[in-house]
């Protein structure tokens, strides 16, 4: 009698074992398994915020040239003297005239009297 509950308690013992070793096999597969969704993830945000920041970066740059490229426009600013007729000719970027005075290409600061008159044009070849 005793040997059946010995026998009883040992199959008892074996299938909880069995039993204990399934569910941490099955635990520790899905704790792989969660561990691989999230390094997926994880890889899946930093491309898109590498794509986003490269994004940025570059529209940034064109934006940056496109200004650039219009403030440093060529023109041509001649200055008419209304009393005497006498007319000067000035090569000035766009970015530096200002109303009635304006910087040369070669940096000297004009600034117009009141009885001198401005035409801007702009210089079609370089």
Partial sequence: MITKILFT??????????IRHQNSHSRQQALAQ???QAAAERRTAMF?????V???????T???YWHWQEEHRIFS???INSHSGAVQSYDVYQSDIDGRSFRTIEGR???????ERMEV?????R
């Fill in 54 to 60: 490269a994004l940025t970066l570059a529209i940034s």
């Fill in 121 to 125: 044009q702009e210089k079609t070849g």
């Fill in 34 to 36: 969660e561990a691989q």
């Fill in 77 to 79: 600013v001649q200055v």
């Fill in 62 to 64: 064109g934006i940056y």
């Fill in 9 to 18: 308690a040992v199959v008892i013992l074996a299938a909880l074992t069995f």
């Fill in 109 to 115: 600061l004009i600034n117009l009297s009141d009885s």
């Fill in 48 to 52: 898109i915020a590498i794509a986003l």
